[in-house]
């Protein structure tokens, strides 16, 4: 049976061009700073967002780690928003390896509101010190949502002018961009740090990069070895996130026809809910109506078919599917096909035969 594995981007294998320059990669010790190939990513990927400097770590969490410890002290409180991946997703690292406290607001849509995050921000005197704000571009967990560059101005400005630094959790910062059709050095302009990844709709096999100013790189850099995360020979893996970086960002439109179509397409099928209109990147969010089936239960016959999806924060009725390098078009007209069949109760094995 084949599979047609929409859990997420994270799942993409490195492209023929990427394991040759593995292979050919030159490398050094880059914990002294001496391989020339992570040398080389953390210059490019810096350049490429318009930052001074780059440091390259094995994960986007350990990006997100890097980007908040870099810029807090401990007993700081940082001001996020309640869907943010720091907050559901990395098992709370940030706050119990940092010691900073989450000042969460709501973001439904993507983006805290200007106004909550100028009342989240505390007065001075005996109150915990709000250190950083975080945004995240796309929005994982609010259907790979976008913000723009004024809108990131907006609150970077707000932070900004009370002394506030501003973390980017750009994981796929380039999803953003191309969907908005602007550079991905706009869309950062105006934060401090961002993080993003090569491991996901880049489809390198592990690594993302921080990328900020000299200074606060340098102290990133300091917490990346306090994490465990300063690696050796990494060029072998940073030869393929250069891969990533050069030749996989202008495909991504792509990535959002096939989301675009698999939204459309399961748009059509009763029982499905879904606002097709809201999927602009590479991830699709859609529920399906309790009095059809249970979402859980949709999950697993479509995972007995081949159609692997993955469900919202583990037990939201919220079902996700997201579309990368290692699925074609043809791919996504065989999963409409499968939610079709699952909702109209038609058997696996019929399913199966396609
Ligand atoms: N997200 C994963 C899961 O954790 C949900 C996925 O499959 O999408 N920021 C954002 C916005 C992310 O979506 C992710 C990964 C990360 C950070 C963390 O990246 P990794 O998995 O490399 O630590």
New binding site residues.
Partial sequence: MKVIEL????FTTPTPAMRRAMAAAEVGDDQYGEDPTVNRLERRAAEIVGKEAAVYVP??????LCGVLSQTQRGDEVILGDLA??VQ??MGASFVLGGVVPRVVPNRDGLPSLEDVAAAVRPQGMFPRTALVCL?N???NCGGTVITAAQTKAVADLAHARGIRVHL?G??IFNAAAALGVEARELVRDVDTV?F?F??GLAAPVG?ILCGDGDTVAKARRVRKLLGGAMRQAGVIAAAALVALEEMRDRLVEDHRTAKRLAEGLGRIPGVRIDAARVVTNIVSFEIDPAAMDAGAFQKACAERGLRI?RYLGSSPRLRA?THNDVTAEDIDAAIAIAGQVLSGTPAAAGAAR
């Fill in positions: 859990r997420s981007d994270t994960s986007g969490m350990m990006g997100n991946h720091i997703n990395e995240e796309s929005h994982n959790d994981a796929r993080q990844c491991s996901k993302s993955s997201v």
